[in-house]
């Protein structure tokens, strides 16, 4: 700042002149001290200058609304959105979103340091202040074929650019509690760049817990239980409160929030898609939540708001205080959150409901052909198991943990699976897309419900390898050969016909259409997943089938390697 700017500011704030914007007549949710504050705030270029009586250049009507800080996402993918920066900037600013931390790693596992680079420059074309997270885990374990690799001597340079804010999720939660040589590496490079470290810790107590947070891991977003909020809370950690399309932790964990624990409480989302965000939102969905579960509804914004601007280090933002970024949303009531106008950096960017900034969307061609598969086939499909038992993946409602089972199944003369429609038991593959390895892994599903057909997604956590699920060969080769043509995306197929698909060209994770276009074409999918294919009503064919390769997450998960027991951390034989 210069001179000249911090004397306008200052003037401003001791009513020497007027303000460039006074947003008059809100009641201001003071997150410092939990009071209500009836007044105007004065803006001066991006800053608060103050909150009380002011004239300005420009007045804007309150109307008598709450005014709060600006709401900060504390974790979340943006490629799960399946939508570029720009677009997801579109969608969650009118709900009240200003600030978000994103962690880009499913696009760097695809496309290494250019998909990196190629967030950071598209997140400029959006009003959406995008803190961008280096990824920790390229590949996510040793237990996928990825399509980059990032050492810790990879990490230094990028580290110290303002364009990295810290250190993504540490989903190798082993190796840090192992202290694995290069673990320790990764984690030092953020360290000595004075940097937020995020976590991911499931399942992990007792030292193993206490050797996480001593790495000086800061956040946790895998909470299932109070008790385990609770276990992370006392070891210094900050707590995730988690809202997306895929995993509701928020009302589970929000009866655990007291006035003393609440400080270390922050609200994310994680994975959402363009649905959720059109239909409910996104922090003040969440919000909402918070206070149907008897939450204070002051606390519930310090939660948006300011506690994770403490976590991350965001000294410029969090509150409504002079001197501080004059992000800022308006809304009705402090039950319903239903947001009016939103301001980022004094700047009006979205009022009822409707973005109002220009978009100008970055050139995606560095992220495009990231398809690299060898001599695929329907050959490779085939599962051939000497037992009559088999270790199944289950999926569990509700999220995107699995369970290990043993079911019977039914084999040909020559101890090939064989798909039985009494039985909701089928195949599903991961093909390796990236290094031209060949490998394809097959293995058993249960509870996913399909009886036709089969679904083939390049969305597959945390590598983005190919995922296919079906009750046939055929079907199931036919929709990777598709989707292979179409450059990724999602492919709905029976019979050898597509019934409906989605190409998604950035990295295979990402559509170049807007949010409502990719929100019409997954319902379609659902709609064709759910009636002609038969996939369970209870089950969202999309996100939980790309959860299916997820390796870190219990219990029992593929990837193109083979079958792995998450808890044994060990693949095993699909043979029980």
């Known amino acids: 700042m210069e001179k000249k700017e911090l004397k306008k500011l200052i003037d401003i704030s001791a009513g020497r002149i007027p303000a460039d914007v006074v947003i008059k007549n809100c009641k201001v949710v003071d997150v410092y001290t939990g009071n209500i504050i009836e007044g105007d705030i004065a803006i001066s270029d991006n800053l608060i200058a103050g909150v009380g009586t002011y004239e300005g250049k420009e007045v804007i009507d309150g109307k008598g609304k ?48 250019k998909g990196i680079d190629y967030m950071s420059k598209a997140s400029e074309g959006t009003a959406l202040d995008i803190k961008l997270m280096l990824p920790s885990c ?63 810790s499931p399942g992990l107590v007792g030292n193993d817990l206490n050797a996480y947070a001593a790495a000086n891991i800061k956040t946790d977003h895998e909470c299932s239980t109070v008790e385990e909020m609770n276990d992370r809370i006392s070891r210094g950690l900050y707590v995730m409160l988690r809202q997306g399309s895929a995993c509701h932790n928020l009302r589970t964990l929000a009866k655990g929030v007291t006035a003393f624990n609440s400080k270390r409480c922050l609200l994310c989302a994680d994975d ?33 708001t300011l506690n994770a601007a403490e976590c991350y280090g965001l000294e410029d933002r969090g509150a409504i205080a002079p001197g501080l970024r004059a992000d800022i949303v308006l809304f009705d009531n402090l039950k319903d959150f239903n947001v009016d106008n939103v301001f980022i950096a004094g700047k009006e960017v979205a009022a009822a409901g409707e973005y109002k900034l220009p978009i100008s969307y970055y050139d995606i061609s560095d992220t495009i052909g990231s398809f690299h598969v060898k001599d695929f086939c329907k ?24 369970s290990k089972e043993v079911a019977t199944i039914s084999r040909d003369e020559n101890n090939e699976f064989i798909y039985d429609s009494n039985k909701d038991i089928v195949k599903v593959a991961v093909v390796e897309r990236h290094q031209n390895t060949g490998n394809v892994a097959v293995a058993l ?12 997604l390049s969305v597959a956590h945390d590598s983005h390898n190919i995922i296919v699920v ?3 060969d055929d079907d199931m080769a036919f929709a990777v050969e598709e989707l292979i043509n179409q450059g990724g995306g999602f492919v709905v197929a029976k019979d050898k016909v597509v019934l409906e ?26 709609k064709v997943a759910h009636e002609i294919l038969k996939v369970s009503n209870d089950v969202e064919p999309v996100m939980t089938l790309c959860f299916m390769s997820l390796a870190v997450i219990p219990e029992l998960k593929i990837t193109d390697m083979g079958l792995f027991d998450v808890t044994k951390f060990q693949f095993i034989s699909i043979e029980a």
């Open 470 to 472: 079906g009750v046939n």
């Open 272 to 304: 959402m898609q363009p649905k959720t965000i059109l239909s409910i939102g996104h922090l003040d969905n969440s919000l909402r939540i918070c206070v149907e579960e008897n939450i204070d509804p002051i606390i519930a914004i310090q939660m948006a």
């Open 379 to 402: 050959e490779k499909l085939k599962l051939t198991i000497n037992s009559e038992k088999a270790n199944v993946i289950n999926i569990l409602p509700g999220g995107v943990v699995t």
């Open 445 to 456: 599903l249960k509870g996913y419900g399909i009886k036709e057909g089969a679904i083939a």
């Open 138 to 200: 390229v590949p996510a374990t040793p237990l996928e074929h990825s399509g980059a690799r990032i050492d810790a001597k990879d990490m230094i340079d990028i580290m110290k650019s303002d364009k990295i804010h810290g250190l993504g999720e540490f989903m190798n939660f082993p190796g840090v509690v192992g202290a694995d040589d290069e673990v320790l590496e990764k984690l030092l490079v953020a360290k000595n760049e004075g940097k937020v470290i995020d976590g991911h």
């Open 501 to 526: 698909s989605m190409a998604m060209p950035i990295g295979g994770l990402m559509s170049d259409k807007s949010g409502e276009w990719v929100d019409n074409k997954l319902k379609n999918i659902h």
């Open 66 to 113: 709450y005014a709060a800080p600006g709401f900060i996402d504390s974790h979340i993918h943006i490629e799960s959105s399946y939508l570029r920066p720009e677009e997801l900037g579109r969608l969650i600013v009118p709900h009240g979103t200003t600030t978000i931390i994103a962690d880009p790693h499913e696009i760097a596992n695809v496309c290494g340091f």
